[in-house]
């Protein structure tokens, strides 16, 4: 099993920055083994791929609404992957996921749909005032 635990979390004024993390655990896991996603949910709207990071951490994707404000890392040494969030909006307000998979795909390194997750975590509340 593995287990995913984010923090960070908070309110901050448009404009602002914040930083995510996501520490994983597990008897199984080992960091460079898993493909690591953020997502994030709305009230009332469906979960949405925010963006992932290879095992690695050398390659990078993200979603057209977030690109150029967001950046993902990770520290694999540390079993921990960050959302480093930039010039934050208003609509960025949600509850924000990691999940990790094993990417088992073989002809890419990500995916942006829930169900090619594996596991998730609680999730943390990014709330953004105007």
């Known amino acids: 099993q593995v287990q995913l635990v984010e923090s960070g979390g908070g309110l901050v004024q448009a404009g602002g920055s914040l930083r995510l993390s996501c520490a994983a655990s597990?008897?199984?896991?080992?960091?460079?083994?898993?493909?690591m996603g953020w997502f994030r949910q709305a009230p009332g709207k469906d979960r949405e791929f925010v963006g992932a990071?290879?095992?690695?951490?050398?390659?990078?994707t993200y979603a057209d609404s977030v690109k150029g404000r967001f950046t993902i890392s990770r520290d694999n040494a540390k079993n921990t992957v960050y959302l480093q969030m930039d010039s934050l909006k208003p609509e960025d307000t949600a509850v924000y996921y990691c999940?990790?998979?094993?990417?088992?795909?073989?002809?890419?390194?990500?995916?942006?749909?829930?169900?090619?997750?594996?596991?998730w975590g609680q999730g943390t509340q990014v709330t953004v005032s105007s």
């Open positions: 597990g008897r199984t896991f080992s960091g460079s083994g898993y493909v």
């Open positions: 990071i290879s095992r690695f951490g050398d390659s990078t």
């Open positions: 999940a990790a998979t094993s990417a088992p795909w073989g002809s890419v390194w990500w995916r942006p749909a829930v169900s090619d997750y594996n596991y």
